[in-house]
């Protein structure tokens, strides 16, 4: 599952959170598109919206669990997930997870 972003600028400054184990590089493509390539290691992390977010898991492995869910939903390589603006969602990843993310 590999997909080209051409004409993008990318911002080299990493965003790092959790102390490293979560990071990721800022794309802006030719449209406007904002999105974030990044790689998650293994642990429990808890992640706030301010924007609509579609993460895409490229590979790997990542359990969620959105703001208003009953139940963790694990996803897979090739699988995405949506949360919603101004929400918060929970990820624990037991390898690895290297992910994409758009904004809306």
Same mark, same amino acid.
């Given at each position: 599952?590999?997909?080209?972003?051409?004409?993008?600028?990318?911002?080299? +400054?990493? +965003?790092?959170?959790?102390?490293?184990?979560? +990071?990721?590089?800022?794309?802006?493509?030719?449209?406007?598109?904002?999105?974030?390539? !990044?790689?998650?290691?293994?642990?429990?992390?808890?992640?706030?919206?301010?924007s609509?977010?579609?993460?895409t898991?490229? +590979?790997?492995?990542?359990?969620?669990?959105?703001?208003?869910?009953?139940?963790?939903?694990?996803?897979?390589? !090739?699988?995405?997930?949506?949360?919603?603006?101004?929400?918060?969602?929970q990820?624990?990843?037991?390898t690895?997870?290297d992910?994409?993310?758009?904004?809306?």
């Open positions: 599952m590999s997909k080209k972003i051409n004409n993008a600028t990318i911002v080299q +400054n990493a +965003n790092v959170y959790f102390d490293g184990k979560v +990071n990721s590089r800022t794309v802006e493509t030719a449209d406007g598109e904002i999105v974030t390539l !990044g790689f998650m290691q293994p642990g429990s992390y808890e992640f706030n919206t301010s609509t977010e579609l993460m898991v490229l +590979n790997g492995s990542m359990v969620i669990k959105r703001e208003n869910d009953d139940d963790w939903k694990e996803f897979t390589a !090739g699988t995405s997930f949506t949360v919603a603006k101004d929400s918060s969602f990820v624990k990843v037991d690895f997870a992910y994409s993310c758009s904004y809306s």
